[in-house]
């Protein structure tokens, strides 16, 4: 049976923080729904019982963005895949905050920046939902897919910061912001 809380509570925290992936679903007045899984280790983090933010990797598109910056509704689910049996769903309103941006470097403390770092998602918890999660397979984890972090590494920055100045648009023609600034390691 599905429990509702208005913030996140401890033991919330410590499932989220075991986890090595999450999902993140976002959608616009028109146009398609976005959901997205996530992962690399520490990309996610709890600022405070009503407040997460993740670190976004330079990808295929800018979905997220687009559609924070057109409706700001995003929900986050978080899955253990261990013992005990949960499944965690963060409804919140959220934001896009880019390098260039006012709190960037306050907000980019909370994590080690890896390379093709876009931005960082700021969600303003409005209300958790737990739920069983029976039904999801137990599943061991292994490592980190490196492909997209040395993917990043590798680039010219000026290349990709050509590449992803000129994508200031999702597939449905929404608008996004271009990072100003290419983050390597």
């Not at 028109?30 to 996610?44: C, F």
Request: charged share 20%.
């Amino acid at each position: 049976m599905a429990e509702f809380f208005d913030a996140l509570k401890d033991d919330h925290i410590v499932m989220i923080e075991a986890q090595p992936v999450f999902f993140v679903a976002t959608a616009a007045a028109d146009g398609r729904i976005n959901l997205s899984p996530k992962g690399l280790r520490d990309t996610l983090k709890v600022l405070s019982a009503t407040q997460v933010a993740y670190l976004d990797i330079a990808g295929s598109g800018n979905e997220t963005h687009a559609h924070l910056a057109a409706d700001g509704r995003i929900t986050l689910m978080v899955c253990n895949f261990q013992q005990p049996a949960l499944i965690l769903r963060i409804y919140g309103r959220g934001r896009a905050v880019l390098p260039q941006d006012d709190g960037w470097n306050d907000l980019a403390s909370n994590f080690t920046l890896l390379p093709g770092t876009r931005q960082i998602f700021v969600i303003d918890v409005e209300s958790v939902q737990t739920s069983c999660g029976w039904g999801v397979p137990m599943m061991t984890y292994a490592d980190d897919r490196q492909t997209l972090v040395k993917y990043h590494r590798q680039s010219d920055p000026h290349e990709w910061e050509a590449k992803y100045a000129a994508r200031t648009s999702s597939i449905d023609g929404l608008p996004t912001r271009a990072t100003d600034r290419f983050i390597g390691g």
